[in-house]
């Protein structure tokens, strides 16, 4: 049965706008998320998708409105653990590897054991077990969005949310990658929300939600999504 991983209610978020004022970046969103769901996110640049992803991953907090995680337990666990989180901007640690980046979110874990074969899995289900021990300035920017989604895998969380995990691939390759996502998470109950400037990739998904001026529109696009 689905479990509710995230649920938001009437969140708002505002910023200093530089003078005595404020600007208002999300307004009244409501939105949850299940076990398994498959959510794309999608709306123009500067709508506040990136806004919303930080505050469902616990990285920013609303300025108005609640935010529950009961599907995954105390907020002080919610990341590495529970929640995998891929940045629009390369995020790897730079004295790491590819391969150690991959296996540090299972080390701080705990998981020692398992960590290097895991990564190594993981490179091999994407096909970039040659920039194992490549360090991300030796990275392309797609190859580095890659193992950041690797890295985002490999502790077995229950949600991931992904802004642009796509956005520096060509499409061919997206498409190639990003089916490999999803046939990697199939039967796991992982959910993914993805933001996306990708039609493809959004199609994909089960449910869309579109940002507007701050504003969430939920549209499941097949029976029994999320
Ligand atoms: N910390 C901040 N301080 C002030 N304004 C911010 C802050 N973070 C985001 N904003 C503003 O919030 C708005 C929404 O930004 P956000 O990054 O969420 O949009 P987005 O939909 O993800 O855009 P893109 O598709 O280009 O990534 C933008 O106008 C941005 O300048």
Do not use: Y
């Amino acid at each position: 049965m689905d479990e509710t991983l995230v649920v938001a209610s009437g969140i708002g978020r505002d910023f200093p706008d530089g003078t005595a004022g404020r600007t208002t970046v999300l307004r009244d969103v409501d939105c949850a998320i299940n076990s398994g769901a498959r959510i794309a996110l999608v709306g123009p640049s500067g709508s506040g998708k990136t806004t919303l992803l930080h505050i469902l991953g616990g990285l920013d907090r609303p300025t108005n409105g609640q935010i529950e995680w009961p599907g995954l337990g105390p907020f002080e666990d919610l990341r590495p653990r529970w929640i995998g989180f891929v940045f629009q901007s390369p995020s790897l640690f730079p004295a790491l590897t590819a391969a150690q980046n991959i296996s540090l979110p299972m080390i701080l874990a705990g998981e020692l054991s398992s960590a290097d074969r895991t990564a190594a899995l993981l490179l091999d289900t994407f096909g970039l077990d040659e920039l194992a021990d490549k360090l991300p300035e030796e990275l392309s920017g797609g190859q580095a969005q890659r193992i950041a989604m690797a890295r985002a895998l490999a502790i077995g969380p229950k949600l991931i949310l992904a802004d642009e995990p796509t956005g520096q691939l060509d499409s061919v390759t997206a498409q190639l990658f990003f089916d490999t996502v999803l046939s990697h998470l199939e039967n796991t109950g992982i959910a993914l929300v993805v933001a996306t400037h990708d039609e493809a990739v959004a199609a994909r998904m089960a449910t869309r939600w579109t940002m507007e001026h701050g504003r969430l529109t939920l549209q499941s696009l097949q029976t029994g999504a999320s």
